[in-house]
């Protein structure tokens, strides 16, 4: 504990590391199957504006309380509170986003084992090795708590070795690799057959869309899970930045690399699924919605790749690294939500700490995976369309009404002189203190009443 706090060496680790935390499934998977099924560019359109209205000023205040207490949630938020009443909030909300993190990891490391395991597949595939493909690519239990495993144990490999050795490192080995691969594969995609279809579903906005309450619901979910708010990743991210970094600066490449990322995702994922319609291939469930989540990725993809030949198996395995890349990149973030915790409130070694709480979360995950059926769905739903934006509204209103205004305009000064007369000042306040939660609960009781 006496020994230095650790932080990113550079301005570029730091951008990698959280953006690579913001970008995982929610952006490759979520962000444009929820475009497409939402009014496409409608739906764009409202995601933008509440990644701008509400994303950005959130993930400001978790940076801002990171970087200013230099501290895991927890603490952070203890360190701004007033009295004993805010005190015991600041406990509750801190652990409550420890644990909403460690199942979000939980659910997290089943899908991404199923990347890994299609990563390989995609691979024995093309060798010809059919047997072994056939294993690896087919839903079983027994596959998916292994690969479960493997995922988790590279999780805490990375982990282990530190902030910067580990995460920094190799974020910002992975995220450029990401960027590339995912280029790439969108130049290819566009000029096969059928992709236009699924360039006009996603850029054309069916404005009626808007009406609809659902859109609004799944774009804040969507803009949370994102950007990785809520549950104190930003912020330890946020605690491990340097003094002399501008915070709103930093923050705002954060937010557009996510925002960028998620809608070049959208121009691979739905030009492939209309590829695979022209191919043949069904991309509509029974009830006459474009087949999203898991399902897209593991059905419709891989039946797109296998109509192409030689092409498909081409493509096939760098997608899959491409998946697993955006996997790690989060998970990693995921965990050292919890080992911070536990290593500056109790002492305890980092190395023990990871190995610790990686195995109790390998065995939850564990558990989620012998009981799919019932449970996978229900963590889902609870940690990220209840617990996660019911979070991120009580860390900006820790931000906007607990923490005293001089003493965050204190921390904004470090690495950002004269900031008290930058726009940001001006509108950020009230943001956070007014508009974000006004937006959340709104939101919350239209779900509740309509
Ligand atoms: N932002 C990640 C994604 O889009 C998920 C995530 C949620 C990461 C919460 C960390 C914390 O997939």
């Given at each position: 504990m006496s020994t230095a706090r650790a932080e990113f060496s550079s301005r570029f680790g730091f951008l990698m590391a959280a953006s690579g935390s913001a970008v995982g499934l929610g952006n490759v998977w979520g962000f444009p199957t929820n475009a497409a099924s939402n009014g496409g560019a409608a739906f764009l359109f409202t995601y933008l504006l509440l990644v701008f209205i509400l994303g950005y000023p959130a993930l400001m205040a978790e940076l801002i309380i990171g970087r200013h207490t230099r501290?895991?949630?927890?603490?952070?938020?203890?360190?701004?509170?007033?009295?004993?009443?805010?005190?015991?909030?600041?406990?509750?909300?801190?652990?409550?986003?420890?644990?909403?993190?460690?199942?979000?990891?939980?659910?997290?490391?089943?899908?991404?084992?199923?990347?890994?395991?299609?990563?390989?597949?995609?691979?024995?595939?093309?060798?010809?090795?059919?047997?072994?493909?056939?294993?690896?690519?087919?839903?079983?239990?027994?596959?998916?708590?292994?690969?479960?495993?493997?995922?988790?144990?590279?999780?805490?490999?990375?982990?282990?070795?530190?902030?910067?050795?580990?995460?920094?490192?190799?974020?910002?080995?992975?995220?450029?690799?990401?960027?590339?691969?995912?280029?790439?594969?969108?130049?290819?995609?566009?000029?096969?057959?059928?992709?236009?279809?699924?360039?006009?579903?996603?850029?054309?906005?069916?404005?009626?869309?808007?009406?609809?309450?659902?859109?609004?619901?799944?774009?804040?979910?969507?803009?949370?899970?994102?950007?990785?708010?809520?549950?104190?990743?930003?912020?330890?991210?946020?605690?491990?930045?340097?003094?002399?970094?501008?915070?709103?600066?930093?923050?705002?490449?954060?937010?557009?690399?996510?925002?960028?990322?998620?809608?070049?995702?959208?121009?691979?994922?739905?030009?492939?699924?209309?590829?695979?319609?022209?191919?043949?291939?069904?991309?509509?469930?029974?009830?006459?919605?474009?087949?999203?989540?898991?399902q897209l990725i593991v059905v419709v993809l891989p039946a797109l790749f296998e109509t192409m030949g030689t092409a498909g198996v081409v493509i096939a395995f760098p997608f899959f690294v491409l998946l697993v890349i955006a996997s790690l990149t989060s998970s990693i973030s995921m965990l050292e939500v919890p080992v911070a915790y536990v290593v500056e409130t109790y002492g305890a070694k980092r190395s023990r700490a990871v190995l610790v709480l990686g195995a109790l979360i390998t065995a939850i995950c564990l558990v989620i995976v012998f009981n799919f059926g019932v449970l996978f769905d229900l963590v889902v739903m609870i940690t990220t369309e209840y617990s996660q934006p019911l979070l991120g509204l009580l860390f900006v209103v820790f931000a906007g009404w607990i923490w005293n205004r001089n003493s965050i305009l204190e921390e904004l000064r470090q690495g950002n002189e004269g900031v008290e007369h930058s726009l940001f000042w001006k509108i950020w306040p009230f943001y956070v203190r007014f508009v974000c939660p006004v937006i959340i609960v709104a939101v919350y009781v239209q779900m509740i009443f309509f």
């Amino acid at each position: 504990m006496s020994t230095a706090r650790a932080e990113f060496s550079s301005r570029f680790g730091f951008l990698m590391a959280a953006s690579g935390s913001a970008v995982g499934l929610g952006n490759v998977w979520g962000f444009p199957t929820n475009a497409a099924s939402n009014g496409g560019a409608a739906f764009l359109f409202t995601y933008l504006l509440l990644v701008f209205i509400l994303g950005y000023p959130a993930l400001m205040a978790e940076l801002i309380i990171g970087r200013h207490t230099r501290s895991n949630a927890v603490g952070a938020l203890q360190q701004l509170a007033r009295g004993p009443a805010s005190r015991l909030l600041g406990f509750v909300v801190g652990v409550a986003g420890i644990i909403t993190v460690s199942l979000i990891l939980c659910f997290y490391a089943v899908v991404s084992g199923w990347m890994v395991a299609w990563m390989f597949g995609s691979l024995t595939g093309a060798f010809g090795l059919e047997g072994v493909t056939q294993w690896l690519t087919t839903d079983a239990t027994l596959r998916n708590a292994i690969f479960a495993v493997v995922f988790m144990a590279a999780t805490v490999y990375v982990v282990r070795a530190g902030v910067r050795e580990g995460i920094e490192k190799w974020s910002t080995r992975l995220m450029p690799s990401l960027i590339v691969i995912m280029g790439l594969l969108i130049v290819y995609v566009l000029t096969l057959d059928g992709a236009i279809d699924g360039l006009r579903v996603y850029l054309v906005p069916d404005f009626n869309r808007l009406a609809n309450p659902g859109l609004i619901i799944s774009a804040l979910g969507q803009a949370f899970f994102s950007l990785s708010l809520g549950v104190g990743t930003m912020l330890i991210y946020g605690s491990y930045i340097s003094r002399q970094e501008n915070l709103p600066v930093v923050g705002s490449m954060v937010a557009l690399l996510d925002t960028g990322i998620a809608c070049l995702a959208g121009l691979l994922v739905l030009p492939a699924m209309y590829v695979a319609l022209a191919n043949g291939v069904q991309i509509y469930d029974a009830g006459g919605a474009l087949i999203a989540g898991p399902q897209l990725i593991v059905v419709v993809l891989p039946a797109l790749f296998e109509t192409m030949g030689t092409a498909g198996v081409v493509i096939a395995f760098p997608f899959f690294v491409l998946l697993v890349i955006a996997s790690l990149t989060s998970s990693i973030s995921m965990l050292e939500v919890p080992v911070a915790y536990v290593v500056e409130t109790y002492g305890a070694k980092r190395s023990r700490a990871v190995l610790v709480l990686g195995a109790l979360i390998t065995a939850i995950c564990l558990v989620i995976v012998f009981n799919f059926g019932v449970l996978f769905d229900l963590v889902v739903m609870i940690t990220t369309e209840y617990s996660q934006p019911l979070l991120g509204l009580l860390f900006v209103v820790f931000a906007g009404w607990i923490w005293n205004r001089n003493s965050i305009l204190e921390e904004l000064r470090q690495g950002n002189e004269g900031v008290e007369h930058s726009l940001f000042w001006k509108i950020w306040p009230f943001y956070v203190r007014f508009v974000c939660p006004v937006i959340i609960v709104a939101v919350y009781v239209q779900m509740i009443f309509f």
